[in-house]
């Protein structure tokens, strides 16, 4: 009973330590997740926000990729974009706030590889978005599978590349 | 004289946390747990449907089971509702199996031609004529582990309707009827 109860706490313990040690020093692969939570929490508003918070909002999202960022997304039903540059994810993002009043954009099954340098990433994850807004932006989209390759720079983790990956062939 | 006599028994908060014999109750957690785990991993997964791909048989909002062991013990059929996984469990299509590995398939006017003869499907209620695929006109022929997976609404645009081909690896299970 004694041998019992020291080994539920000392398991207890152990558990408690992984976790805390993983809040208070996570790794790089908890990093670049938590990077991207954000990421889409910054992308998401309702529709009462103003325009400050729209700018500051689109810079923050902006703020995560690398300057030289090569974006390729092909959503059913609304086309294909293919963006180059930080300045014209900005750019973008903007022009389509216009015709956007909701956005909730969720990561889910974030799935990261980690360079053996531990300062490169690639990324798997599907994207879910509802979107309240005119047009080609009403709806949003179901799942949408994505790569990304991260690069971490002055500490922080940048978007260097991102594509859409078809979960079903043609 | 009885040896269990001398002992005091246990307090009664102790009996109700581990019970009379903490060994057997944690063994009992143990598989318990274990069971837990392999029976949501492998042979039942609950799954949410949203959307209206797979209407009128599969409703927004419905929740459903999936089987993984089923599919790996049955196989996969035509005619077989599967969730295709995407870059993980937690979002999945549902699509109905229509073409199996070795078949040339065609969809031509919202007909679905599998080696070259029209597929009766009494699970569709409306098609679109609109609906033509491979964009080229052309037959496409699966590979070995490959599988056409359309959803049951033909009604709705076919640039709405996500369909194409799934690799066996992407097929986590049936949905159970």
Known sequence: MKALSWGFAGGLLLCLGVWKREALFPSETTKVRNALVQLASDASFGPSEGNIGAVRRVAAVADRFAPDASIEVDILGSGNFQLTGRDEVQQRLMAARRFVRKLVLQFHDIVVDLGADETTATVHLTATADAVGEGRYQGGFDALEFELALRKVEGRWRIERLRTIPTLKQ | ?177
């Open chain 2, 1 to 177: 004289m009885d040896p269990s006599a001398d002992k005091s028994p246990a307090p009664w908060w102790r009996v109700v946390v581990v019970g009379r014999n903490p060994r057997v109750t944690a063994i009992r957690l143990l598989v318990t747990v274990l069971l837990t785990v392999l029976a949501f991993q492998y042979v039942f997964v609950p799954v949410r449907v949203t959307g209206i791909s797979m209407s009128p048989a599969y409703k927004d909002g419905e929740r459903r089971w999936v089987s993984p062991l089923l599919a790996r013990l049955q196989g996969i059929h035509r005619g077989d509702v599967v969730s295709i996984q995407t870059s993980g469990r937690q979002v999945m299509y549902l699509k109905r199996v229509i073409g199996l590995p070795g078949e040339r398939v065609q969809i031509r006017k919202g007909d679905i031609l599998v080696n070259g003869d029209t597929l009766e499907e009494p699970y569709i209620l409306n098609r679109s004529p609109a609906w033509n695929w491979p964009t080229n006109g052309t037959e496409r022929l699966l590979g070995p582990e490959e599988y056409l997976v359309v959803g049951d609404n033909r009604a709705m645009p076919m640039d709405s309707h996500y369909f194409g081909v799934a690799d066996r690896r992407r097929i986590l299970g049936k949905v159970l009827r």
